[in-house]
């Protein structure tokens, strides 16, 4: 357990349980489908995989679960809540977290403020009472501190808690990332190449914190472009080819799927089939 980082949210999911339910979800961009009616679930616990090509539609697909983008059709579940129309914070409050591809972190606050930013999404102190310091403020102040340190020492990067988090390292920022999705107490947490730039070392220690955030209790779904590194840390994966959906199946399977081959290495489907 991260020490003073228990949860305070109800577990209403028993493991194993879908958490998540993305239903026929399609998003068009003009005359483009960059999401075809696609269709998978997240059990509660699980690392899901989502893989494709370049272009396959993976961010897409975070955008619009994640409020960024309005789906053209279909919805999204989240313990049988729909996130339609509900706005990216209204997401997050309702348990969903995500990083981005780009980096989007408060760079002249320190690490430790950037957490501390995605902890207050949770404070139950009204405004009056933050504006006067009441007791429970004040409360709340403490313990977040608190909180946000162990968060940063759990992604390993306590010894910089004080730096502006412009001048750390780029993997640093990409772990301070995590933690501050994780401040918000997320259900589902959504990685969008969370190692990308990295060398083969830093994917290695990355992909082992990201199964310990599994093995804290919480979901993560996992885009990585990487196949073998996808394939060791994942217990499922949903592949994407032009935007439509071409396997969903354990990582094994996944690995001598001829679709999905075919996918990756650009050979024609009849060639494979
Ligand atoms: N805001 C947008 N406006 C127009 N087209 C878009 C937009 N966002 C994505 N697309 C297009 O949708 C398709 C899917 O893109 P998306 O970024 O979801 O793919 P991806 O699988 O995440 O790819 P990558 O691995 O390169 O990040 C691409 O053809 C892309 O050019």
Redesign the pocket.
């Given at each position: 357990m991260v020490e003073g980082a228990e949860s305070e949210r109800p577990i209403e999911v028993e493991v194993g349980e879908k958490l998540v339910e993305v239903r026929n979800l399609t998003v068009k961009?003009?005359g483009?489908t960059?999401?075809d009616d696609v269709t998978f679930d997240i059990k509660r616990g699980e690392i899901l995989g989502l893989i494709?090509?370049?272009?396959?539609?993976?961010?897409?697909?975070f955008n619009a679960m994640t409020g960024v983008?309005r789906p053209t059709s279909g919805d999204v579940l989240l313990e049988g809540q729909s996130v339609k129309g509900r706005k990216q914070h209204q997401i997050t409050r309702l348990g969903m977290a995500r990083t981005f591809?780009n980096i989007r972190l408060f760079g002249e606050m320190t690490a430790l403020e950037n957490v501390v930013v995605g902890l207050d999404a949770r404070h139950r102190t009204s405004v009056p009472g933050a504006l006067i310091r009441s007791p429970r403020h004040v409360r709340e102040e403490r313990s977040s501190v608190d909180r946000a340190m162990a968060l940063l020492e759990f992604v390993g990067i306590s010894q910089h808690a004080q730096k502006r988090s412009r001048d750390l390292s780029y993997g640093s920022q990409r772990r301070l990332e995590i933690a501050r999705a994780l401040a918000t107490d997320p259900k589902l947490l959504c990685l969008d190449?969370p190692a990308a730039g990295f060398n083969p070392a830093e994917k290695e220690d990355l992909m082992a914190l990201i199964r310990s955030i599994r093995d804290e209790g919480y979901t993560v779904l996992l885009?990585e472009?990487d196949m073998k590194l996808v394939m060791g840390v994942t217990d499922r994966i949903v592949v994407?080819e032009f935007?439509k959906k071409i396997a969903d199946d354990l990582p094994p399977v996944i690995r001598n799927d001829p679709r999905v081959i075919a996918a990756y290495l650009g050979v024609p489907e009849d060639d494979v089939a």
């Open positions: 961009f003009g483009l960059a999401l494709g090509p370049n272009g396959a539609g993976k961010t897409t697909c983008y591809q190449e885009i472009h994407l935007g």
